[in-house]
């Protein structure tokens, strides 16, 4: 059984009858996605960690609710959204926050607000050029909604179809589109200062 | 969307249909409806840039990784769903004390069924059991008796036992039932302690057998 090459379907069927590798494997496959979307929601790497564990446990745990016809990805998404956005709303986190790589104070802001040199050729100029805008991205897309954030981060950053993102937010079609759309829009507006 | 058509100068794209020209690599893959409209709309034409150019700086954000050890922790929670043969071994494993308890009691009123019968006695009727059985647990209590009291005797403890009271005097008697009225007060108190220190660990048994 090579598990590596196994569908998410397979090994959900195989985690079904107590396969434990099975479940570890697709753990692998999506605590990138997961993590990076949660993360993304509440800007704090511990929490995100604690949010995303969290989301995997009940899904595993709860494997006797899934329905194979959908997507196990979306399923799982559903569930690390629908937990951390209960957070949000539990915490009232504050989703204002700050100003990106240039005032970053944390660590964590400074590793999310970093952009990887890709080749030594790469100017000292283009490169802190390159981090502005990373920076103002990550001050941006902080600014935006819960909803818009998440819907943003599954649409571009998780490359999610607008019909994935509706299963996963679990609100119509023709909502998803509003929110990507307003997002877009909010984050043109707020990185309009990098034109100038 | 691939149809869509520009019906007059005020009509611009949808949303999606920017997006679509937006994601188009190379631009010639999107549809040549909407690439039409934009070389003659620079309302839609700007949106198209802009909307690629937040599509582009979200491309760059770095990915972000947990921690080397969180699929280990995860796994340390996950309790998957166990197939039924293991579930039935778990399922005697942890009652084997109840199992064997039934097996025993099942197995005695199969044999004293059948002795009942074997011995030609009427039909048995609850009233008839109960009478039966008390005979016999008093046969048994009593025999216990009378082999305790044999032991006793034959052993010289009863003797022991005899010789001591025949010297014992008030003094002695008093500082013996003080004495053992302290043994049990400690053993009381210890006992109490215990119980005491060990109530979270007990609270924890409880919740995790249910």
């Avoid at chain 1, 949010?51 to 979306?74: C, G, I, M, W």
């Avoid at chain 2, 549809?31 to 039409?36: F, S, V």
């Amino acid at each position: 059984m090579n598990y590596a090459e196994s569908s998410d379907k397979e090994l959900v069927a195989r985690c079904r009858r107590g396969d434990e590798r099975a479940a570890r494997e697709l753990v692998s496959r999506f605590e990138r996605p997961v993590f990076s979307l949660v993360y993304r929601m509440v800007r704090d790497r511990a929490l995100a960690e604690d949010l995303a564990q969290e989301a995997f446990v009940r899904t595993f745990n709860h494997l006797d609710r899934y329905d194979p016809t959908y997507k196990f990805s979306s399923w799982l998404f559903k569930i690390a959204h629908n937990h951390t956005l209960d957070h949000l709303r539990k915490r009232e986190l504050d989703t204002v926050s700050i100003q990106g790589a240039p005032d970053a104070t944390t660590r964590d802001r400074q590793e999310a607000t970093s952009i990887t040199l890709e080749s030594a050729s790469e100017r000292p100029d283009e490169l802190l050029e390159a981090k502005r805008t990373g920076a103002a991205i990550e001050a941006a897309i902080d600014r935006l909604r819960p909803e818009y954030r998440a819907a943003i981060v599954l649409r571009h950053l998780e490359d999610r179809s607008y019909e994935e993102i509706a299963e996963i937010m679990e609100i119509p079609l023709g909502t998803v589109k509003t929110y990507i759309h307003r997002a877009r829009r909010e984050l043109q507006e707020k990185l309009a200062h990098l034109r100038e | 969307m691939n149809d869509w058509k520009p019906q007059g100068p005020e009509m611009h794209l949808e949303p999606e249909q920017i997006e679509r020209l937006a994601l188009a690599s190379p631009p010639e893959t999107a549809p040549e409806a909407l690439r039409a409209h934009v070389r003659e709309c620079p309302r839609c034409a700007h949106e198209v840039t802009e909307t690629r150019r937040v599509i582009e700086a979200l491309a760059e954000l770095p990915r972000m990784a947990p921690s080397p050890g969180f699929a280990d922790a995860v796994m340390e929670r996950v309790s998957l769903p166990r197939p039924w043969h293991v579930r039935a071994w778990e399922f005697v494993a942890s009652r084997w004390l109840v199992l064997s308890a039934l097996l025993v009691t099942a197995t005695g009123s199969a044999i004293g069924i059948g002795r009942w019968v074997a011995g030609g006695r009427p039909v048995p009727t609850p009233g008839r059991v109960l009478g039966f059985l008390g005979v016999e647990l008093r046969r048994a209590f009593w025999g216990a008796v009378v082999d305790v009291g044999r032991y006793l005797v034959t052993s010289g403890i009863a003797h022991s036992v005899q010789v001591f009271f025949e010297h014992l005097t008030l003094t002695g008697a008093a500082a013996a039932v003080g004495g053992l009225g302290l043994l049990g007060l400690t053993a009381s108190l210890v006992l109490f302690k215990l119980l005491r220190d060990a109530r979270p660990e007990l609270a924890t048994l409880n919740g995790a057998s249910r």
